[in-house]
């Protein structure tokens, strides 16, 4: 079974340019999610979707970030403008059909902004 | 407070010692305990889950929940160098509409 795919892997940009990832998640699994995670910290929850609707998004930075998941398959999270404080990985994680404990994690977009 | 505490280590052991990773917790909706291995520069890998209190053993790991204490544990026996890596506790209330709230994770050093 083919993990949860992330591209791109590693990106670099200046600030208050913009810049997108993408996520593939597990075949068949309904629930995905993104997730931030600066360095020396757990991650932390952005937003969750469900097929292609958005479960949770409340410490999704509305003013830059964006997300969606068309389809309910692949999903796009989009930071525009980007500050130096964004400088994190971004994981893509997805679950089975209730099975959120159950959550698969992508090898993440590693994202430095100078 | 934070939701889920962990001490970030490093910690380093000799090969062949038994581990004991630990984290505590403050949230009593949380019903869902796991915990996550990273090796640098790779996403978190599902190591084990545990719904509520008790213990739950795969191989090598031992993962044991105290409710009563808000207490989560990992055991790691017999370890070798390629359990070198961040382990990271995670918790959920499993009610469908919530992410893992992690914590900071912990650096494990396994020296051969």
């Known amino acids: 079974e083919a993990g949860v795919a992330q591209s791109p892997r590693y990106k670099i940009i200046e600030k208050r340019q913009s810049v997108a990832f993408w996520c593939n998640p597990i075949s068949g699994h309904a629930t995905l999610y993104w997730y931030q995670q600066i360095l020396g910290q757990g991650p932390k929850l952005l937003i969750q979707f469900q097929n292609n609707g958005v479960v949770d998004d409340s410490q999704l930075p509305k003013d830059r970030f964006s997300a969606e998941r068309l389809k309910g398959v692949d999903s796009t999270l989009k930071i525009q403008p980007a500050k130096l404080e964004d400088s994190a990985v971004y994981l893509c994680?997805?679950?089975?059909?209730?099975?959120?404990?159950?959550?698969?994690f992508g090898p993440g977009t590693r994202l430095t902004v100078t | 407070q934070k939701e889920v505490e962990q001490d970030p280590g490093p910690l380093s052991v000799p090969e062949g010692a038994i581990v004991s990773l630990n984290c505590t917790y403050s949230?009593?909706?949380?019903?869902?305990f796991m915990w996550y291995r990273q090796y640098s520069r790779k996403g978190p890998e599902l190591l084990m889950y545990?719904?509520?209190?008790g213990n739950k053993e795969d191989g090598r790991f031992t993962a044991q929940v105290d409710k009563s204490s808000k207490y989560i544990s990992l055991f790691i026996r017999d370890s070798q160098p390629s359990d070198s890596a961040t382990y990271l506790c995670a918790t959920i209330s499993g009610g469908g509409a919530d992410g893992l709230t992690f914590g900071k994770g912990t650096h494990l050093i396994i020296q051969p």
């Open positions: 994680a997805s679950s089975p059909e209730g099975g959120d404990y159950e959550q698969y």
């Open positions: 545990t719904y509520s209190s």
């Open positions: 949230n009593s909706a949380f019903q869902y």
